[in-house]
Structure formats: C-alpha cells, structure tokens
T-cell receptor, first 110, second 114 residues
C-alpha cells in the first residue's frame, strides 16, 4: 500500500492560488495519483488524476515530479466555494487496502 | 443521467437491531464499495464487490455484510447494530474497464445507533 501524507489543514484568502502537497514515497510503477474533493454532508468527488509530469483540467492542476514520490494539487484563484476536504489517493494492490486518510481541510477566507 | 443513490439518507436505530442500507447505481459499473466516515478517521473501506455474486472484506468489515445479486445494487447490512457503528456511510462505484479506477460516490447515509 502506497501510504500518503498530506497536511491536515490549510487556510487561504480568496483569489489566491493554493497548493496542497501529498507525499507517497513507496508509490508503485503502475500506480496513478488521484485527488478527490469533499464538501460537508456530501460524498467525495473526483477532481483530477495523473501519472507523471503535469495534468490540468477546468478545476485544478496536478504536478508530479519525475521520481513520483510526491504530487501537488494546485487550485488557481480559490473562492469560498472551494472550502472542502481534499484527499490524495494512490491505489496499490487492489481495493482491499484503499484508504482516503483524513485529507487536507482547506478553509478559504474572505 | 447516470447516478448513484443511497437510502435512507438518515436512520436512527437501537442497539441489537438489524439494519440495511441501500445503494443503487445506474452507471452500469462492475465495482461497488461501502465506506464509513468518522471524525478523525477519514473514509474507511468496509466491503467491496467486483461484480455480481462477488464480495470482499475491506479494512473495517466486522459487523457488516453485503450481497451482490445484480449489477445495480449493493445493500449493506448491519446484523446487530452497535453504538460504535454510528457513522456516515458512503457507497461508491467505478468502472472496472477503466484502468484508473475513478470512484463515484453517493450522497451518504447518516446512521445513529442508540
């Protein structure tokens, strides 16, 4: 199981770029890195996924260095509606040991 | 539009009672999952299924059971509810044909065991 480590919480002002870094030192060759977002009283939802280098979609960017031992989720110009918990997930060895951890609670401040 | 639904959304029960939480998806996904979420623990996998008649234990399966009789449904049963099972339960599904295993989550069921 590729264990992930990410900050428990972060605060940011509206309009700023937010970067959340996740460490996954024992990531396996075939693993993908996936980030989910969870709003209060809702289920998590997929926001972005990558294998290496950089991936960008309409919501976020994901930066993965060559050694893949970490990844950084970048949220451009956050708004109050981006206040949520963000989970970094790396799948290893099937679903039995999938864990989302406690994620990073992002609080956007007006 | 395809979706995944859970029922009931809220449930209060008593210790020792049997409780079944329903999960229904119209994505036609082979993979389905049940998680529980508690403060300080994040999401923990209870059971999962790769297809009809297939079920597997997750990280915290004691006291829970599932059965998969069709593609769309994976009901979660608490055989004898305990106060430690008070939690928010999420069902999810994913397409086994897609390598990257993106999971789609339901809205959750808040269960209180008194």
């Amino acid at each position: 199981l590729a264990k992930t480590t990410q900050p428990i919480s972060m605060d940011s002002y509206e309009g700023q770029e937010v970067n959340i870094t996740c460490s996954h030192n024992n990531i396996a060759t075939n693993d993908y890195i996936t980030w989910y977002q969870q709003f209060p009283s809702q289920g998590p939802r997929f926001i972005i996924q990558g294998y290496k280098t950089k991936v960008t979609n309409e919501v976020a960017s994901l930066f993965i260095p060559a050694d893949r031992k970490s990844s950084t989720l970048s949220l451009p110009r956050v708004s109050l509606s981006d206040t949520a918990v963000y989970y970094c997930l790396v799948l290893s060895g099937g679903y039995q040991k999938v864990t989302f951890g406690i994620g990073t609670k992002l609080q956007v401040i007006p | 539009d395809a979706e995944i639904t859970q029922s009931p959304r809220h449930k209060i029960t008593e210790t020792g009672r049997q409780v079944t939480l329903a999960c229904h998806q119209t994505w036609n996904h082979n993979n389905m999952f049940w998680y529980r979420q508690d403060l300080g623990h994040g999401l923990r996998l209870i059971h999962y299924s790769y297809g009809v008649h297939d079920t597997n234990k997750g990280e915290v399966s004691d006291g829970y059971s599932v059965s998969r009789s069709n593609t769309e449904d994976l009901p979660l049963t608490l055989e004898s509810a305990a106060s430690s099972q008070t939690s928010v339960y999420f069902c999810a599904s994913s397409d086994s044909a897609v390598r990257t295993d993106t999971q789609y989550f339901g809205p959750g069921t808040r269960l209180t065991v008194l």
